[in-house]
């Protein structure tokens, strides 16, 4: 499978978004992924349907939503109609998991089930049956700028081995730069995200590129 690049928007300047997602779009972005946080999950807060929405109507790059929330149940509907393309929520939410999936998978979006650094990998064998991609989490999720933690990386090849031939994509969150992108690569992944490593740079363009090419 070809590396995918997904700038998170999260260290984007939200003051000029429009904008930096036309860089992001003219830099040769992939997917473009969205954190959404609700201050429970976890201990900080970003934005819902209504942007995501929004950056529908700017963008045909794919948006994908990822759900750092404790009630995914109530809010899928509300994203799927808001115009995702992708939609994953945790594992850690101990949702009804099959029945979330299929909502989602339904109106021919992509579901993910995320799973954080702490968690054992062998709990997400329960739904591959059920799931298009697994969003691997490299830092404790709810801020961007973290430190990769190399201590992730075996759940990748992990998944590998568990997804047997089953067509179920690998995307890996926190902390990527050129380094960690190529560890994550070898391992496996196909989707990589990446936000304060672009955002912060001045050429997105390069840094895409790079990251697309370790
Ligand atoms: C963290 C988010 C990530 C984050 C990645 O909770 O899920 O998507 O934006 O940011 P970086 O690449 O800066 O670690
Ligand atoms: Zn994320």
Redesign the pocket.
């Known amino acids: 499978m070809n590396l995918k690049i997904a700038p998170?928007i999260?260290?984007a300047n939200f003051l000029n978004l429009e904008n930096e997602i036309r860089k992001i779009e003219k830099a040769g972005a992939d997917i473009i992924?969205l954190?959404v946080m609700d201050g429970h999950f976890?201990p900080n807060l970003t934005f819902g349907p209504e942007l995501v929405n929004q950056i529908k109507k700017i963008t045909n790059l794919p948006l994908d939503v990822?759900l750092?929330i404790s009630n995914p149940k109530f809010f899928i509907p509300k994203f799927i109609e808001a115009g995702a393309d992708f939609i994953s929520f945790h594992i850690e939410t101990d949702s009804e998991y099959e029945k979330l999936l299929s909502e989602i998978q339904q109106t021919k979006i992509k579901a993910g089930i995320a799973i954080n650094p702490e968690t054992d990998i062998r709990s997400i064998k329960k739904i591959l049956n059920f799931v298009n991609f697994i969003l691997i989490?490299t830092?404790h999720?709810?801020?961007?700028?973290?430190k990769f933690i190399s201590e992730c990386v075996h759940k990748i090849r992990k998944v590998c081995e568990f997804r047997d031939k089953k067509n179920i994509e690998i995307e890996v969150?926190?902390?990527?730069n050129f380094q960690t992108a190529k560890i994550a690569k070898d391992a496996g992944a196909n989707i990589l995200?990446?936000?304060?490593?672009i955002f912060k740079q001045k050429n997105y363009s390069k840094v895409i590129k790079g990251l697309r090419d370790v």
């Open positions: 998170s999260l260290s992924h954190d976890v990822h750092m989490m830092v999720p709810g801020f961007g700028g973290q969150d926190g902390g990527i995200v990446a936000g304060n490593f």
